[in-house]
């Protein structure tokens, strides 16, 4: 494993196909999707990569349909409880970050997240970044908002600083088929490495990470060289 992947992103693509495909009501594959963000961890940790984001919740998703996004935040609920109470979290050094206008949430959640983030902020070993009510070009503006605001020449440097996430992921994986960047770190994946999977998240294997590993080590990474 090369020391150059230190960090992967994922937009997780295809609960709802993977899900009317078992005949089941479109979110229940949502199920599916965070019993597999578990798993995700688990393989980025076995070859070494110390920081993964994560891109759970778009601000476009907000229009999706009632009862499918009540459905949506009960899951976020329960995984990020869950989390708050792993011991694996503090043994492990792990950094919990949630990236986004986590306001949108209502009040259960947002102190869940903020629980999380206050507990492990010292923590230094492993970085997971939820992006969670996150936009790319939103990111772009609220951090020039800051930059105006605090009188700072605005330049690469200082935007960079002010942005939700301030490190560039060398790796983006997407799966369900769509070959778009849909939002996702507009600034940070400048020079990053995509890799598109027809596969759905639920369906993705460690084998296909082993192979979006492998793809990312044949690429030369020249950045605009």
């Known amino acids: 494993m090369e020391n150059s992947l230190k960090h992967v992103a ?26 597999k963000v578990e798993e995700f961890f688990d393989w980025t940790k076995e070859f070494g990569i110390k920081e993964t984001t994560i891109y759970c919740f778009s601000l476009e998703n907000l229009n999706r349909p009632k009862k499918e996004l009540s ?9 990020f409880k869950k989390m708050l109470e792993d011991k694996r979290i503090a043994k ?34 492993y970085v ?19 930059l105006m605001e605090s009188k700072e020449e605005i330049n690469e440097k200082n935007l960079t600083k002010n942005l939700w996430l301030t490190n560039e992921p060398d790796l983006i994986i997407r799966t369900g088929g769509e070959k778009r ?7 940070q994946s400048a020079y990053s490495e995509w890799v598109f999977l027809d596969k759905t998240w ?4 460690k084998q296909d990470f082993i192979n979006c590993i492998e793809e990312f080590k044949k690429r030369k990474r020249n950045f605009g060289a």
Do not use: C
């Not at 050094?93 to 259960?108: P, Q, S, T």
């Not at 960047?181 to 600034?187: E, M, Q, V």
């Open 10 to 35: 994922v937009i997780l693509d295809g609960n709802r196909r993977f899900a009317k495909r078992l005949m089941l009501e479109p979110w229940k594959g949502h199920e599916y999707g965070a019993k």
């Open 71 to 79: 459905y949506l935040i009960r899951i976020f609920k329960e995984f």
């Open 92 to 125: 492990e050094k792990i950094k919990v970050r949630f990236i986004g206008k986590i306001e949108i949430f209502d009040a259960e959640l947002q102190e869940i997240m903020k629980k999380i983030m206050e507990k492990t902020k010292n923590y230094d070993s």
């Open 128 to 146: 997971i970044n939820f992006a969670l009510g996150y936009g790319g070009r939103q990111e772009i503006l609220a951090a020039v908002k800051k």
């Open 181 to 187: 960047t849909s939002n996702f770190l507009a600034w």
């Open 202 to 205: 639920p369906e993705f294997s």
